[in-house]
């Protein structure tokens, strides 16, 4: 028993129960094994310095080793035997002459064992305050991750200035494209009396080292600039202020005229200008450190410098003068674009606008303007090409954006980690394999760093980080979306991405896998299985997700007028957004070359426009967002479109199945909470990727009409469509779009009491019994029904009267209908099934949901299904 218990010891270690809370800053008391390595830690704190920041650091190195080790270190006004000693260098230095901690920037840090007198001393020394908390996180995450620290000496420098979240949050405590609860910052038009979750969260954003939030809906709104409300604002500042987070505003241009009684908001208008500048006066009275504005304008609806003939940088400048006396700086969004197109212009193309608009007003931008630039030229799709603009504008600071909440790429119901995606575009070489001259020959530098040789590569990173252009600032933008959710972001492995994003914005030559690993330590543990199979899962998840929700960089096939989630191909066409793919009978894709496309590729540096400008030089992956081609084309891969399409669709739903049985085997290695949490959505996902993948399948065996070569696409022989049963009080309706359904049909049932749709099993529905296989009498039964989000409808499911499962339709999934965002599977596991036993599905409606189902799928009982 002794045995028993000792083997299993590093397993159950880690298996308190957990809400996911506390995040990658858990804290836990590490295992005897790990905990042993840190027995010379200091438990001695000393620490020189008195700012807000500075005791929020303090007191963060206090809890931490309190809970990792186990002890609560104590403090002391002078190293003492051996002691932590933190604090910003130069303070350091001059309390303690002989100390040398090097040149470090404001924010970073350096952390190093060091004799300070006889002692031996670990120090954490930052540039600036900011500097002292991000070492003070390093070092804990180090510790959390059993890292060696007995030699610890190393310096850390951010690659940008700019390291910010946004978030969508309205005031009336709704969040536009949030998929984790209501605001943490509003409540019913005001900022919420209690902000201990909007404390925590600047907590969790300076742990990996971000620096500013936006905390409003860029599609913003007015009243937030009034002076009633600015005190407001203020409150949630004096939470931030604490965590060197600075708090900016997203504003609607019309404010002068909106809230200002103006009777206009022309940029260019004095009186707008001196409505600006008091705006901005008083908010710095309010809030020291406010951080500054964000744009959105001219876009989606939203007024603009247009109006009165005036461009991006007009607007952008009268902000940023009212802003510089006290430091502030704009971002102006380069998301501006007609969402009215002609769609039967083959010229009109969306993804030109940015690089249209901003480039010809390079120069023209003050230097606290940065330009926010979306990474792809049109909206955070799961692939398209990096945006153009980045290396437009060489006079003018830019910001990637990037977005964490994850509206085109499964809204926290799919697993999705985004780093592999990100480093490609922070890798991506705008300058293509031509070499430059102009390149810099001396980039600012953080002091004491080496100069680095750079070669004539533009890589994105590089251009945010400044350095190609000499910009003065410049960096990284993500709209987050946190919410109040227990775990802020509903998917447990959704915090990997927002993790992943403020290590990519501190360091952009990490690694994604690494940064994976280091994440899955600190939120799971250090069970290496756990390590090496939750890394595994997630290092795959953003190409499983691409292989069967859109391919070869068609962009979106979600419904684009509605959700942007499930499935909905033709919504991309026929409408002005311009998110087309331009699908016929013959082929598919937008062509975007110069020669005989819109002209986008163009807008790239010549090596880059050239590749781009061929189908034989663009990469499958983008095929179809620079070309149009037949279904017929063959790809480099050696494939024809067609073929692919299928190809991908079931690759991709097969490794959503393979994710689940992975994280099967990390049962008991992981709380219960936290495992059936990730392992309800795996198997929620793995059911959608099979609606995904049966419905763009279907959509181009009809469109094309060129078969799957291996037989799949449109037969399923172990299928039992609902239609097909005996209905009774049901009803058969016909699906829009057709795909969205098996065979495009549903039954519902609009009786209050309860429906029921029934048949016998046969041989037919076992391709087991049919391939002439063994006989298993233990069968898996897959329910397909629709879990829409206006009722909850319950299921039962009988077998020869006997009641074999039931359960309530009562997910959030986005639509109050039967279709590709509702359809939702249910897997019944080891049911006794012989020939001719009669199963009767019951569905009882609630409010508008109609208790809906699409087919039941019968097959014998495997373990690896
Ligand atoms: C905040 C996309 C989203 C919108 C969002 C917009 C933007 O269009 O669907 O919800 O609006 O991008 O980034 O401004």
């Known amino acids: 028993m002794l045995l028993l218990l000792c083997l299993l010891s590093p397993l159950v270690a880690n298996v308190r129960a957990e809400t996911g809370h506390e995040a990658?800053?858990?804290?836990?008391?590490?295992?005897?094994?790990?905990?042993?390595?840190?027995?010379?830690?200091?438990?001695?704190?000393?620490?020189?310095?008195?700012?807000?920041?500075?005791?929020?650091?303090?007191?963060?190195?206090?809890?931490?080793?309190?809970?990792?080790?186990?002890?609560?270190?104590?403090?002391?006004?002078?190293?003492?035997?051996?002691?932590?000693?933190?604090?910003?260098?130069?303070?350091?230095q001059s309390k303690f002459p002989k100390l040398s901690v090097g040149a470090i920037s404001d924010e970073g840090y350096r952390l190093k064992w060091q004799r300070i007198g006889e002692k031996a001393c670990l120090v954490i020394a930052g540039g600036g305050d900011r500097g002292v908390l991000y070492g003070v996180f390093a070092l804990l995450s180090k510790i959390a991750r059993g890292e060696d620290i007995s030699a610890l000496n190393e310096v850390q420098n951010p690659a940008a200035e700019i390291r910010w979240v946004d978030q969508w949050d309205n005031l009336d405590g709704s969040i536009e494209r949030g998929y984790a609860g209501s605001s943490i910052y509003f409540y019913g038009g005001r900022v919420r009396d209690d902000l201990t979750r909007a404390s925590e969260y600047a907590r969790l954003l300076a742990s990996i080292g971000i620096n500013g939030c936006n905390i409003n809906n860029v599609n913003a709104n007015p009243r937030v600039l009034q002076s009633d409300f600015l005190p407001q604002i203020a409150r949630i500042a004096d939470e931030f202020r604490h965590w060197g987070v600075?708090?900016?505003?997203?504003?609607?241009?019309?404010?002068?005229?909106?809230?200002?009684?103006?009777?206009?908001?022309?940029?260019?208008?004095?009186?707008?200008?001196?409505?600006?500048?008091?705006?901005?006066?008083?908010?710095?009275?309010?809030?020291?450190?406010?951080?500054?504005?964000?744009?959105?304008?001219?876009?989606?609806?939203?007024?603009?410098?247009?109006?009165?003939?005036?461009?991006?940088?007009?607007?952008?400048n009268v902000l940023a003068r009212a802003l510089a006396p006290h430091g502030g700086v704009v971002f102006y969004r380069a998301f501006v674009y007609d969402h009215h197109l002609d769609w039967r212009d083959p010229k009109s193309d969306r993804a030109r606008a940015a690089y249209d608009i901003f480039h010809p007003l390079d120069g023209k931008f003050d230097d606290n303007v940065i330009i926010q630039i979306k990474h792809g030229p049109i909206d955070f799709q799961a692939r398209e090409p990096v945006s153009p603009l980045f290396s437009g504008m060489e006079k003018t600071s830019e910001a990637i954006e990037l977005q964490i909440t994850q509206e085109y790429t499964g809204q926290q119901r799919h697993l999705v980690y985004l780093a592999p995606m990100w480093k490609e575009v922070l890798d991506f070489d705008m300058n293509g394999a031509e070499q430059k001259p102009r390149i810099a020959a001396k980039a600012p530098r953080a002091p004491g760093e080496e100069e680095k040789q750079e070669d004539s590569s533009w890589f994105v990173r590089t251009l945010l980080a400044g350095r190609i252009f000499h910009r003065p600032t410049g960096g990284y933008v993500a709209v987050v979306n946190a919410g109040m959710d227990e775990n802020w972001l509903a998917h447990p492995f959704a915090m990997a991405n927002l993790y992943a994003y403020g290590r990519l914005a501190w360091d952009s030559n990490l690694g994604a896998r690494q940064i994976a690993e280091e994440w899955t330590r600190l939120t799971f543990g250090n069970d290496s299985v756990v390590v090496r199979t939750a890394t595994e899962i997630a290092m795959n998840s953003w190409r499983t997700y691409e292989k069967y929700t859109g391919f070869l960089g068609t962009q979106t096939l979600t419904d684009i007028t509605g959700s942007h989630y499930g499935p909905n191909i033709e919504s991309s066409e026929e409408n002005g957004w311009g998110q087309w793919h331009r699908a016929d009978h013959e082929g598919i894709g937008m062509d975007r070359s110069v020669k005989t496309g819109t002209g986008f590729a163009g807008q790239y540096q010549p090596a880059v426009a050239n590749m781009y400008e061929s189908a034989a030089t663009t990469p499958d992956e983008l095929l179809l967002f620079f070309h149009h081609v037949p279904y017929t084309h063959v790809l480099h891969s050696g494939k024809t479109v067609s073929q692919y399409v299928y190809d991908s669709h079931y690759e991709g739903a097969n490794e959503v199945k393979g994710f689940v049985r992975e994280w099967k085997g990390l049962k008991e290695r992981i709380d219960h909470e936290r495992y059936d949490d990730v392992l309800a959505r795996l198997e929620y996902q793995a059911g959608h990727a099979i609606v995904w993948r049966d419905a763009v399948c279907s959509y181009f065996?009809?469109?094309?009409?060129?078969?799957?070569?291996?037989?799949?696409?449109?037969?399923?022989?172990?299928?039992?469509?609902?239609?097909?049963?005996?209905?009774?009080?049901?009803?058969?309706?016909?699906?829009?779009?057709?795909?969205?359904?098996?065979?495009?049909?549903?039954?519902?049932?609009?009786?209050?009491?309860?429906?029921?749709?029934?048949?016998?099993?046969?041989?037919?529905?076992?391709?087991?019994?049919?391939?002439?296989?063994?006989?298993?009498?233990?069968?898996?039964?897959?329910?397909?029904?629709?879990?829409?989000?206006?009722?909850?409808?319950?299921?039962?499911?009988?077998?020869?009267?006997?009641?074999?499962?039931?359960?309530?339709?009562?997910?959030?999934?986005?639509?109050?209908?039967?279709?590709?965002?509702?359809?939702?599977?249910?897997?019944?596991?080891?049911?006794?099934?012989?020939?001719?036993?009669?199963?009767?599905?019951?569905?009882?409606?609630?409010?508008?949901?109609?208790?809906?189902?699409?087919?039941?799928?019968?097959?014998?009982?495997?373990?690896?299904?």
């Open 24 to 92: 990658w800053r858990r804290y836990f008391r590490l295992a005897p094994k790990i905990g042993q390595k840190y027995a010379n830690v200091p438990i001695d704190i000393v620490s020189v310095g008195d700012t807000v920041i500075l005791a929020a650091s303090r007191k963060e190195l206090i809890v931490g080793l309190a809970g990792l080790l186990g002890s609560a270190p104590r403090k002391s006004a002078n190293p003492i035997d051996r002691s932590i000693v933190l604090g910003k260098a130069a303070d350091l």
């Open 246 to 316: 600075h708090l900016s505003l997203s504003v609607d241009l019309s404010s002068p005229t909106t809230i200002g009684g103006l009777d206009t908001f022309d940029p260019v208008d004095p009186r707008v200008a001196a409505w600006w500048n008091s705006k901005a006066d008083e908010i710095y009275t309010l809030i020291p450190d406010f951080g500054g504005f964000t744009v959105k304008a001219d876009s989606e609806g939203r007024v603009g410098p247009s109006s009165y003939g005036r461009t991006p940088a007009d607007a952008a």
């Open 701 to 865: 065996l009809r469109l094309s009409g060129i078969a799957d070569a291996k037989g799949r696409a449109g037969n399923f022989p172990n299928r039992i469509e609902a239609e097909g049963m005996t209905l009774t009080d049901y009803d058969v309706v016909e699906v829009a779009p057709r795909e969205n359904a098996s065979d495009g049909k549903a039954i519902r049932c609009l009786v209050p009491a309860g429906c029921s749709a029934t048949f016998r099993f046969g041989a037919r529905e076992t391709g087991q019994a049919q391939a002439g296989l063994p006989h298993s009498k233990r069968y898996e039964i897959d329910v397909q029904y629709f879990d829409q989000n206006n009722g909850v409808s319950r299921f039962r499911v009988f077998v020869n009267g006997r009641k074999v499962d039931e359960w309530a339709a009562d997910d959030h999934l986005p639509a109050k209908k039967i279709g590709g965002d509702t359809s939702t599977r249910r897997r019944i596991h080891g049911v006794a099934l012989r020939p001719d036993d009669e199963i009767r599905v019951e569905g009882i409606p609630d409010e508008g949901e109609v208790a809906g189902l699409d087919y039941l799928e019968i097959l014998a009982e495997t373990t690896d299904r």
